[in-house]
């Protein structure tokens, strides 16, 4: 499989990484905004400009979009799939729906695939939300998020003007997740459940008090939770904020019986050393996974829903019966 990178942020470089760990992959290069002649890449592999990319789709099996889910892939993956079977890590959960709906329209369109929201969340804990929910339909879910960096919240804050930089912690609340582990079945508000930390730079002469306004009255990001903003300098931000771990639980608590008589839980936890590295890695899987479906003829937008487990394994049939079965 033939895979280039759009954009090379911290996740291209993970995709970058990823892509020497899967012998099935060939990374043909970097597709980038900036001026080629300035990206190093960590390998050594070819760096073009993004307006060049038309060019290279015939050399091209899925392209992978590394861009921000806040004003980035909302305009990309819609165009990008009009020539090439994509890939996007798109994690704003309330405009799934939408991105769907306007990905799907490109890709049916011209005849290519291409799936969205692929990575830990949206992605994995997805499915583990899906197959909890299906095995134990009278039970409730609860997804728990951190302690980590949430690269498309820290991307929303360095959007805002007078932002140099920003690193965004989501705190999952000790006395909720102890409650749902009690097997009780809370009801838990959005503000219940995390508190959310920024830590910010800002710009020379900018006006803080309406970064930390801005910060925490953004919709869909910040205004459901209580929200702590911190002013750094550039030197803090590089000393103490520099690594990007996440991690979280999917934890559903269900009854079983004629009365519901017995409890059962289902978590699912992952703790990440670097959140977009372990996020490439889950768009390298969910790109194999489309390029063999698209080989068989299947176009459109598509979630991690769509995708058979086999799918995503280099292994083949009969080794996944054999050995992790």
Not at 117 to 128: H, I, N, Q, T, V
Not at 138 to 147: L, N, P
Not at 156 to 167: L, T
């Amino acid at each position: 499989m033939k895979i280039a990178i759009y954009g090379y942020g911290n996740l291209g470089r993970g995709v970058e990484c990823a892509a020497k760990q899967n012998p099935d992959v060939e990374l043909i290069g970097v597709f980038t905004r900036r001026a080629p002649e300035t990206v190093k890449t960590r390998t050594g592999i070819p760096v073009y400009a993004a307006a060049d990319i038309a060019a290279h789709k015939d050399e091209i099996d899925v392209l992978i979009i590394c861009g921000g889910s806040a004003t980035d892939l909302p305009k990309m993956t819609p165009v990008l799939a009009k020539d090439f079977n994509v890939v996007d890590s798109f994690d704003t959960h309330a405009n799934i729906p939408s991105h769907f709906d306007a990905v799907n329209e490109a890709a049916a369109a011209s005849g290519h695939i291409a799936l969205i929201s692929a990575g830990w969340d949206p992605g994995m804990f997805s499915l583990s939300r899906l197959y909890a929910s299906a095995i134990l339909p009278d039970g409730k879910d609860y997804t728990f998020w951190g302690r980590g960096v949430s690269q498309g919240h820290s991307d929303a804050i360095r959007r805002i003007p007078g932002v140099k930089d920003a690193r965004q912690y989501t705190v999952p609340i000790p006395a909720a997740l102890d409650a749902v582990r009690s097997g009780s079945m809370p009801e838990l508000t959005t503000r219940e459940k995390h508190l959310r930390e920024c830590y910010v730079v800002a710009e020379e002469g900018a006006d803080k008090a309406a970064i930390e306004t801005a910060i925490k009255t953004m919709p869909n990001y910040f205004a459901d939770y209580d929200t702590t903003v911190t002013f750094i300098t550039a030197e803090e931000m590089q000393r103490d904020h520099a690594a990007l771990p996440h991690g979280g639980f999917v934890i559903r608590t269900g009854k079983t019986g004629l009365d519901g008589e017995h409890t059962h839980t289902i978590e699912y936890s992952l703790k990440l050393d670097s959140n977009p590295e372990f996020t490439s890695s889950a768009l390298i899987a969910f790109a194999r996974a489309i390029d063999r479906m698209h080989k068989r003829g299947v176009n459109g937008c598509k979630t991690v829903f769509d995708i058979a487990p086999a799918d995503l394994s280099p292994l083949s049939g009969e080794e996944l019966r054999a050995h992790m079965l």
